[in-house]
């Protein structure tokens, strides 16, 4: 339903508005005390990582893009296990403490989790989650600008403590004029957002202390019972977390005119300096850890006098049972039981999540819902042909330049990236970093994205072609199971036959225990941006027209070697040509129309 005739969607959009433009009013200007954050943290996966987002941050402090006088810190986990985004989480609260002493104590820190290689969404692989562009604004905005957009309102109202994000998802809210989120309550705080049960089967279901209120109301600060992480519809109704519309005396709930029943699911959570420096001294007291802890699930389900300890042997969406994580859950189970967890329930509000091809084709081009929220475009600082007034452009384009006779199917999305005019862009595409100078059809449903490699020295390119639906995640653990792997929808090995490669250990990069897509040894890599798009796409149509295109003559790469060899500079430098180019453009256009 479109926001213009949809109470809820219009409240958003303003709301949304308003938080973007005193934003931009903060953009390369130093901030008073007390009026944004005094640490923005982002958490990097590895050294290579950390790079890259250092480099990235720089570049925006450079270009006034970020607000001036904040301390912007990129943490590193240590080598070693994953440690997921709750050991991410306790590793910068000892980063904190050796940059900062007791001096931290006073600050309101945001702390956003980038710290993963974003295999669901590999565009945002090489440059991180966080700087995944959005189309809107001028300079375009990535996710980074719109979390510190959309939390402006958070550190003049908010305790000294730290507020716990994900890089790959967008809270919308709207709450009355006079209203204000707090958080300044000890222990944990956390945001909850009405949603369908089936949404709640994949996130945390707040269980809600009874409150005795008669009408519905935009803001509610709530006591959470306990915390379910991804229940089964069934555990949601049995623990009471359930709850309808009939509930409220004074009508529906605008957000959910679709769902009777509804829970309430998380998004992000605060937890005020005492808490933190619990945290600090338990991680402190086991020295290495050596088990993925998830901030949401081992953290948030300790709290609340409803909270057992079952929840600490469940291993079941666990990708690796480590040896320690039952002990370690349960060590952070009595190090928090009895900590209070206080809920700030928006009833007008929107949780989105951008962090798979789906979910990001969806959002970006036909969801009605968001494009009117945030104010997405469809044409976002580009170059691009005339579009018939009458043509309803369901495609997304985000500063790029497109030849005269490009044509983009509706559904696909282009990113920093230069087509010429015989270029044809097939539907639910994503386009990323490339540069197609050549007559091409790109087949619907493909996937490409460029990078640019540092090896031995030299500046090379390697284009990741492959379909939007492929599972990069997907793997076996024997060289005779790669037939159950699928590339665009066809068996693996019938692939290698077309591409004249053999099946050998020597296909895949790293962990020969972990064969998949991902490590596989099957792009090209080139001397020129677009001889690489040029080689991939060659590739990619062999499959679909089951011809034969032979990589033998090639250096080929895994994408996991390319995130290794990846040259930040040069792709930042690539697409700084592409916006002063669009800045020209739109200078001379404004000069001609004047």
């Not at 940059?99 to 956003?112: H, K, V």
């Not at 084709?361 to 018939?388: C, M, N, R, V, W």
């Not at 250096?555 to 930042?572: A, G, H, T």
């Not at 700084?576 to 800045?583: G, S, V, W």
Request: aromatic share 10%; with cysteine.
């Amino acid at each position: 339903m479109a926001a213009a005739s949809d109470p809820l969607g219009i409240s958003l959009q303003e709301a949304t508005q308003r938080r973007l433009r005193r934003f931009s009013e903060l953009r390369g200007k130093p901030v008073a005390a007390g009026e944004f954050w005094d640490i923005v943290a982002i958490t990097a996966a590895d050294e290579k990582q950390e790079l890259a987002y250092k480099q990235q941050l720089s570049e925006k402090l450079k270009k006034k893009e970020l607000p001036l006088g904040v301390q912007y810190h990129v943490f590193v986990d240590p080598t070693g296990a994953k440690i997921g985004n709750g050991g991410s989480t306790l590793c910068t609260l000892q980063c904190l403490e050796k940059l900062y002493g007791d001096e931290w104590n006073s600050f309101t820190i945001l702390l956003i989790h980038s710290g993963g290689y974003s295999q669901r969404l590999p565009n945002a692989s090489a440059l991180g989650k966080i700087f995944t562009a959005l189309p809107f604004g001028s300079p375009i905005y990535q996710m980074l600008e719109l979390k510190l957009a959309m939390y402006i309102d958070f550190p003049s109202h908010m305790n000294p403590g730290i507020l716990v994000t994900c890089a790959d998802d967008i809270e919308l809210y709207s709450i009355g004029e006079s209203e204000f989120i707090t958080f300044d309550k000890p222990g944990f705080t956390a945001l909850a957002h009405p949603s369908s049960l089936t949404v709640g089967t994949t996130h945390g279901v707040f269980v809600l202390e009874p409150f005795n209120h008669l009408e519905y109301r935009d803001l509610e600060y709530r006591c959470c019972h306990r915390f379910l992480h991804k229940p089964s519809i069934e555990k949601m109704y049995q623990f009471d977390a359930v709850f309808r519309r009939q509930d409220f005396g004074g009508g529906d709930t605008p957000s959910l005119k679709l769902d009777p029943e509804y829970v309430y699911t998380d998004s992000l959570f605060y937890m005020d300096h005492k808490t933190a420096k619990k945290l600090l001294a338990f991680y402190e007291k086991i020295g290495t850890l050596n088990c993925e802890i998830d901030a949401y699930g081992d953290f948030l389900q300790a709290l609340g006098p409803g909270a057992t300890v079952e929840y600490t042997r469940n291993t079941s969406d666990v990708t690796k049972e480590e040896s320690e994580l039952i002990d370690t859950r349960q060590r952070i189970f009595h190090l928090l039981k009895g900590t209070s967890l206080n809920v700030i329930v928006l009833n007008n509000s929107k949780f989105y999540h951008i962090g798979t091809t789906k979910e990001y084709l969806f959002h970006f081009t036909s969801d009605s819902s968001l494009k009117p929220e945030l104010g997405l475009q469809s044409i976002a600082f580009s170059i691009f042909p005339a579009i018939p007034k009458y043509s309803d452009n369901k495609s997304c384009i985000i500063q790029s330049i497109l030849g005269s006779r490009c044509s983009v199917a509706p559904g696909s999305v282009v990113e920093y990236s230069r087509l010429g005019p015989d270029v044809s862009v097939g539907e639910n595409c994503i386009i990323s970093g490339s540069h197609i100078i050549t007559r091409a059809v790109l087949p619907a449903y493909s996937f490409v994205c460029s990078l640019s490699l540092k090896m031995n020295g030299n500046i090379k390119y390697s284009t990741m072609a492959c379909g939007v639906q492929d599972n990069l995640k997907k793997n076996v653990k024997t060289l005779s199971d790669i037939k159950l792997l699928q590339f665009f929808g066809v068996c693996f090995l019938s692939c290698l036959d077309v591409w004249n490669l053999k099946v050998t250990e020597e296909l895949f990069s790293g962990n020969k225990t972990f064969l998949s897509l991902w490590n596989a040894r099957i792009f090209p890599v080139c001397s020129s941006l677009s001889d690489s798009v040029t080689a991939s796409l060659k590739m990619l149509n062999a499959v679909q027209n089951k011809s034969v295109f032979s990589l033998n003559n090639y250096k080929l790469l895994s994408i996991e070697e390319m995130l290794v060899y990846k040259d930040v500079e040069d792709m930042i430098t690539y697409r700084e040509q592409i916006f002063l180019e669009i800045t020209l453009h739109r200078k001379k256009s404004n000069l001609e129309t004047s």
